[in-house]
């Protein structure tokens, strides 16, 4: 049986150099939307692949437009992180959580007293960090598909070969869930100073128009802001056959395992010891990898295996097996930010929640503009709105003349021309 | 053809706050406005005020 257990699991470490090479890229694209579908049910922005290098403060620069943006995160499950600006390093942990113990700012800010408690090991201790609770995921595999990776965890492939079976149907369970955030408000006030500071670089990528001959496309950046992740320790799978199995097969045929066979307990645990041995020299190679960089997700393959992680067999019939991966320190999931847009000469605008805008849920009115102040046209249109019907007025007049702009960025906004106009052809022409 | 919703103003002065606000409001369409510290320059107290059509929250 031992044997038979050692021939099944080599074929896993040789499964996934081989299923790499034969799955399109299309279907690798499946495996990260797949993915990141089931995170996003929990409101959570997917991060794909999952890694530990990444928090609170962290700025990325992003171009895709808003309306791309839905577009993107709808096909593919997940944003681009594109390309990582700066890590800011606003204070707020301490008075954010305070009370809770061993939460500072500084040095020992989180993620860092949870993810290396002692200077001398590099194994995490979580148990006093925010926890987190995801619901139980469902999902289909199937290896002729080329989804037998869906989930980019070792366990998945390795307890289809368990089973011996080309499809199958799943749980998955985040276990040991953890998330911890700085407040908006704090991140706010730490995202303008950096913006204050980096004008003239953030100026380059101000937004520009439509070119008059139409070869030039309007551009907008944006910077994505971190503001809370969720990070998952460990993960359970749980694979259900979706066909039972032919008796007899020809030789050489691998057969399922039957390790929970209670007429024979000392027996069983024999044979759980033994493949969990096998299982953790499988898996051992890959856990030296753990973590990728955020910036590499566009346009690379995914790396379904690489995020290393301990898998242990929990329980396994001829039809269903259960096995339960640990990663060495938890890695982060998905996470929530809000995004500023990046204004001429490198001011950065109000913030857009961006999951808000994702689901729809446009926050803010319109484009973000700069306060002008009141000069002595506004100050005469001011009390002029406020007489009769002068209101419903200068709102027929904005939509035939001034490009339909609200009247609160006539009087402050950058439209001294237009507010001219007003006074001349409305004010006192009506005088 | 009606009105574009207001914009987000930045770098409003505190003395002019209620005014902006007003003029925002004039918009029936706006639910919500969210006064956003920004920084004090030359003494005065700097604001991001933005309306909102959607509840935010």
């Not at chain 1, 305070?98 to 590099?122: C, E, I, L, M, Y």
């Not at chain 1, 201790?125 to 598909?145: E, H, L, M, Q």
């Not at chain 1, 609200?406 to 237009?418: E, K």
Request: proline residues 7%.
């Amino acid at each position: 049986m031992k044997s038979r257990a050692l021939f099944l699991l080599l074929t896993v470490g040789m499964m996934s150099s081989c299923a790499t090479q034969k799955m399109s890229g299309d279907q690798l694209a499946r495996v990260a939307k797949d993915w990141s579908l089931s995170i996003r049910a929990s409101q959570v922005i997917p991060v794909y692949p999952l890694t530990e290098d990444l928090q609170p403060g962290d700025v990325f620069l992003v171009q895709t437009p808003i309306e791309e943006q839905v577009a993107v995160y709808l096909a593919k499950g997940f944003l681009p992180l594109e390309n990582l600006v700066t890590r800011l390093s606003p204070a707020g942990y301490a008075r954010f959580y305070r009370g809770w113990p061993h939460v500072a700012d500084g040095d020992k800010a989180p993620p860092r007293p949870w993810q290396f408690p002692k200077d001398d090991s590099p194994d995490s201790d979580f148990s006093r960090a925010p926890i987190a609770a995801f619901p139980t995921y469902s999902f289909s595999v199937s290896r002729s598909g080329g989804l037998n990776l869906a989930i980019p965890v070792q366990s998945v492939p390795v307890g289809l070969n368990l089973l011996d079976s080309a499809s199958a149907n799943g749980t998955i369970t985040l276990k040991d869930a953890f998330t911890y955030a700085l407040p908006a408000r704090t991140m706010y006030d730490a995202v303008h100073q950096w913006c204050r500071d980096n004008a003239d670089y953030l100026s380059q990528y101000g937004p520009t128009e439509y070119a008059a001959d139409k070869k030039l496309a309007a551009t907008k950046f944006y910077l994505r802001v971190i503001n809370r992740v969720y990070l998952v320790k460990t993960v359970d799978v749980s694979l259900f056959s979706n066909r039972g199995f032919e008796a007899g097969g020809s030789a050489g045929v691998p057969q399922p395992v039957q390790l929970l066979n209670i007429a024979n307990a000392t027996e069983s645990a024999k044979q759980f010891a033994a493949v969990n041995e096998i299982l953790s020299k499988a898996t051992s190679s890959t856990t030296k990898d753990a973590g990728s960089p955020v910036g590499a997700v566009e346009g690379a393959a995914p790396q379904p295996l690489a995020v290393g992680g301990t898998v242990k067999l929990a329980m396994a019939t001829t039809r269903s097996v259960s096995l339960v991966e640990t990663f060495r320190r938890p890695l982060v999931i998905g996470y929530l930010a809000s995004d500023y847009p990046i204004e001429a000469r490198g001011k950065c605008a109000s913030p857009v929640p961006t999951l808000g805008v994702l689901e729809g849920h446009r926050a803010p009115a319109g484009r973000t503009i700069e306060y002008q102040g009141c000069d002595e046209n506004c100050a005469r249109i001011r009390p002029w709105i406020k007489q009769g019907a002068n209101q419903q007025t200068l709102e027929t007049w904005l939509e035939q003349h001034g490009g339909a702009i609200a009247i609160a960025d006539l009087l402050t906004g950058d439209y001294a021309g237009l507010r001219q106009r007003v006074v001349v052809e409305l004010i006192e022409a009506l005088q | 053809m009606a009105l574009q919703p207001p914009s987000p103003q930045t770098n409003v002065p505190r003395f002019d706050v209620a005014n902006v606000v007003d003029a925002m409001l004039l918009d029936s369409r706006v639910k919500w406005i969210a006064i956003v510290y920004e920084a004090t320059v030359g003494g005065v107290d700097r604001f991001t005020i933005t309306p909102h059509i959607v509840d935010p929250t």
